[in-house]
């Protein structure tokens, strides 16, 4: 087959039609990103809202992903030691139960996150603050506002520039579960009111329904090609609230969300996200009329790579699978190619499957398995040659 554009090669992946190569979609943490681009002489490395797909295009990807979630801002901001940060949802954003560093071990730690070698762990940004614990909270609360041109004005900005060769998604994640269990409630609060209080639960995801409707379709009239929900519903061996929860509490208003979109465009392409175990729900994914589910984390019943393309294979295209967690920022060099090699005949034989990390490339992933893996997606990846003949 000849050389697809890369646009063309992910919208026919996700058809399930033939192609020439795996398609690819690579993210990183902004640490991660830093590390990398420094090789490419890129200056500008950001990620989330702003985030710049110059080094991504250059690692092969075939998509762009454009973050307006309520996971955009604080997951990939600079939030000092002991800072508090609110978000435009009033959710409050530091580094709980860290101290700090002094100016001599700030040095010291900065030597670690050089080039070659494994990073130290860098503290990620959490949630501290919660606007929403009590009926009187929700009844007084106003949600953010799906016109805010600051949000969406770069949209149009990267499809003018980008959509005749790349595929262009923006990504509405955190969405229900996941948006009022870590963000707008907390996780102790949710999981108890979900029993306790079901009607200031209800509230919330009624109004984070409504409010990434309305953003998505602002989005969607841009001319975008996929919109990205979802939640971590999964753990590590199990889901976090049991399917018969999610198919109560998520599943009804991802299906009014989802129409509501195919009516702004009945082209859309959706992709319905979870970390972690989420395989009992693939069912109701392909129920629902998800075009793509991932990022397979390769944990629990989302082991079974195999299985799960067997019996879902022909109903829904397939992204991830290669693990993060362990393989590729502790494994060997050959440790990481066999990684890759596994996935792409697990998931990509037959097509429909598009490579990626399983999450974000964070900052302790040695650029050596980086680039183990980029020349195994390489090698491994094209249609008509092996594992993929």
């Not at 420094?38 to 985030?51: A, F």
């Not at 195919?262 to 082209?267: G, L, P």
């Not at 019996?311 to 590729?328: E, P, S, T």
Request: aromatic content about 10%; proline content about 5%.
């Amino acid at each position: 087959m000849k050389e697809l554009l890369p646009r063309e090669r992910f919208i026919r992946a996700l058809r399930r039609e033939p192609v020439d190569r795996v398609p690819l979609l690579y993210r990183m943490k902004h640490e991660a990103k830093e590390k990398l681009a420094r090789v490419y002489g890129i200056t500008d490395s950001s990620t989330g809202r702003k985030h710049n797909p110059e080094l991504e295009l250059r690692l092969g990807n075939d998509a762009i992903i454009y973050q307006i979630g309520i996971n955009a801002d604080f997951s990939h901001r600079h939030i000092e030691i002991g800072e508090t940060w609110y978000n435009h949802f009033g959710v409050g954003y530091g580094k709980s139960g860290l101290e700090g560093r002094t100016a001599e071990e700030t040095v010291e730690f900065a030597k670690t996150q050089e080039f070659w070698g494994p990073a130290k762990i860098v503290p990620e940004n959490f949630p501290s603050f919660h606007p929403i614990k009590s009926m009187e909270d929700l009844k007084n609360y106003t949600w953010p506002d799906p016109n805010d041109s600051e949000i969406l004005a770069p949209i149009k900005a990267l499809c003018d520039e980008y959509q005749d060769d790349y595929f262009i998604i923006v990504d509405l994640s955190s969405t229900l579960i996941e948006a009022a269990y870590a963000h707008i409630v907390g996780t102790q609060n949710f999981f108890l009111m979900m029993f306790d209080q079901p009607e200031l639960i209800n509230g919330v995801l009624d109004g984070l329904t409504e409010y990434y409707t309305a953003i998505g379709k602002n989005a969607i009239a841009m001319g975008v090609d996929m919109i990205r929900v979802g939640d971590d519903v999964g753990a590590q061996q199990a889901m976090m609230i049991s399917p018969k929860q999610w198919r109560e509490l998520a599943k009804p208003r991802f299906d009014y969300m989802f129409k509501e979109f195919r009516k702004a465009n009945d082209e859309l392409f959706i992709k319905l996200h979870s970390c972690g175990d989420y395989s009992p729900i693939l069912g109701d994914m392909v129920e629902l009329g998800t075009d793509l589910s991932g990022l397979m984390q390769p944990t629990g019943g989302n082991k079974d790579q195999v299985g799960l393309k067997k019996k879902y294979g022909n109903d829904i295209a397939l992204i991830g699978g290669f693990d993060v967690q362990r393989l590729l920022p502790r494994g060997q060099v050959e440790d990481v190619r066999q990684g890759v090699l596994d996935v792409m005949r697990n998931l990509g034989t037959g097509g429909g499957y598009i490579f990626s990390p399983s999450h974000y490339i964070l900052a302790d992933v040695p650029i050596q398995n980086i680039y183990a893996m980029l020349e195994a997606q390489r090698d491994f990846g094209t249609y008509g040659k092996y594992p993929l003949n």
